[in-house]
């Protein structure tokens, strides 16, 4: 039964792509050990909770637990911590992306498909004006002298370029 490497069991979530069943933050400042039943293999295993519970954000206060079976064992095996009340069920916040997010992540199919012909220069300038870093629209123009699309789409993804690098760089007067 080794200690368990906290990131490690937050990263089931990621693989398996889906929230957890149950989750749990510590409510006391100091190390809380935890017994869990391991996402991965269904072993027991031991995990330190640790740091301050008053920050939310602070991810090694909080466990996940990915199934019913999981939750049962979790609750079996630290019971005395939910007794005295150093464990309590948490709900985490719910992370919306803007739009401005989205347009700022978009993959690279996405932003060729920007430029395509059948895209109206209308709407390729609508999404770029959402646009708030330099990276997307750097690669919108690479994409763009890729195609060889016309001077008037580069033109203007150069202007927003250098207005955003202006804004960014707090070169604006």
């Known amino acids: ?6 990131l490690s069991q937050k990263d089931y979530g990621i693989i398996e ?29 031991y995990i330190i909770l640790e740091g301050d519970p008053k920050n939310r954000n602070n991810e090694s206060c909080i466990i996940d637990v990915w199934s019913i079976a999981e939750d049962r064992f979790f609750h079996r095996e630290n019971q005395k911590h939910f007794e005295k009340g150093y464990l309590l069920p948490y709900t985490r916040k719910e992370v919306i992306l803007t739009e401005e997010d989205t347009v700022n992540s978009m993959s690279d199919d996405e932003l060729k498909a920007l430029l395509q012909k059948d895209t109206k220069f209308f709407t390729l300038q609508n999404k770029v004006n959402k646009m708030t870093s330099v990276a997307p629209i750097s690669r919108l123009i690479e994409f763009a002298k890729e195609m060889e699309k016309s001077q008037k789409v580069i033109a203007f993804l150069e202007g927003k370029l250098a207005e955003i690098q202006m804004h960014e760089f707090n070169l604006e007067n």
């Open 17 to 45: 792509g889906k929230p957890p069943f149950a989750t749990y933050i510590k409510s006391v400042l100091g190390k809380v050990q935890v017994r869990i039943l391991s996402p991965y293999n269904q072993e027991k295993e």
């Open 1 to 6: 039964m080794e200690n368990t490497d906290l």
